[in-house]
C-alpha cells in the first residue's frame, strides 16, 4: 500500500511538473510571437507589422467609449494614430504587465495592465495606462489575438506596476 502511495504521489507531481513545463512553453510562445512583435511594432508605428499579430477575424472592444471594431476599423485607427504621431515627431513606448495568463494548446486568456509613454519633441512626457483583456487563437500554427479590449479602469502606476512584466 505504501509503494502505491509512492507511486501516485511521484506520479501527480510528475503530471504537474509537465503542466506547467507546457504552459510556460506556449507563453514563451505567445512571448515570441505576439508580445515581442506587438511591442516593437506598436512602438515603431508600424501599422501592418502590428495588425499583423492580430487575426483578421478581431474584435477590439473600446469599452470606455462602449464601441467594438473589427480588423479594418482597427488597422485604420492604427494607421491614422501613426501619421498623427509622425506628423507631430512624437515618439512612444508601451509597456505590458501581466495579471492572469492562461493558455491551452490553441486558445489562450490573457488580462493585463498596459503603459504607453509619448515623449514630444519639447521633451514632454505623458503616460496612460489601462487594463486589458485579450483571446488568443492559434491559426495556422501561430498565435494571433482574436479579441483585445480595453479601459482605464483608474489604472495609474502603482497599479501597473503590481502586476508581472
Not at 507563453?27 to 516593437?40: L, Y
Not at 482597427?74 to 512612444?92: C, D, L, P, T
Not at 500554427?141 to 503590481?162: P, Y
Request: aromatic share 12%; charged share 25%; proline share 2%.
Amino acid at each position: 500500500m505504501r509503494s502505491f502511495l509512492v507511486l501516485l504521489t511521484t506520479s501527480l507531481l510528475l503530471k504537474s511538473q509537465c503542466g506547467y513545463a507546457q504552459s510556460d512553453s506556449l507563453q514563451q510562445q505567445i512571448n515570441d510571437q505576439v508580445w515581442k512583435p506587438f511591442i516593437q511594432t506598436y512602438n515603431n508605428m508600424d501599422a501592418e507589422g502590428f495588425m499583423a499579430v492580430h487575426s483578421k477575424d478581431m474584435s477590439r472592444v473600446l469599452q470606455d467609449d462602449k464601441r467594438i471594431t473589427n480588423y479594418t476599423q482597427y488597422y485604420e485607427s492604427n494607421k491614422r494614430n501613426n501619421a498623427y504621431s509622425k506628423k507631430h515627431n512624437e515618439k512612444r513606448k508601451i509597456e505590458l504587465r501581466f495579471i492572469q495568463r492562461i493558455a491551452g494548446n490553441d486558445k489562450a486568456f490573457e488580462v493585463g495592465y498596459y503603459k504607453v509613454t509619448i515623449t514630444s519633441p519639447d521633451g514632454k512626457v505623458r503616460s496612460f495606462y489601462g487594463k486589458f483583456h485579450v483571446l488568443m487563437r492559434k491559426e495556422n500554427g501561430v498565435w494571433k489575438i482574436l479579441m483585445d479590449a480595453d479601459a482605464n479602469e483608474k489604472t495609474d502606476e502603482a497599479v501597473f506596476q503590481s502586476a508581472k512584466p
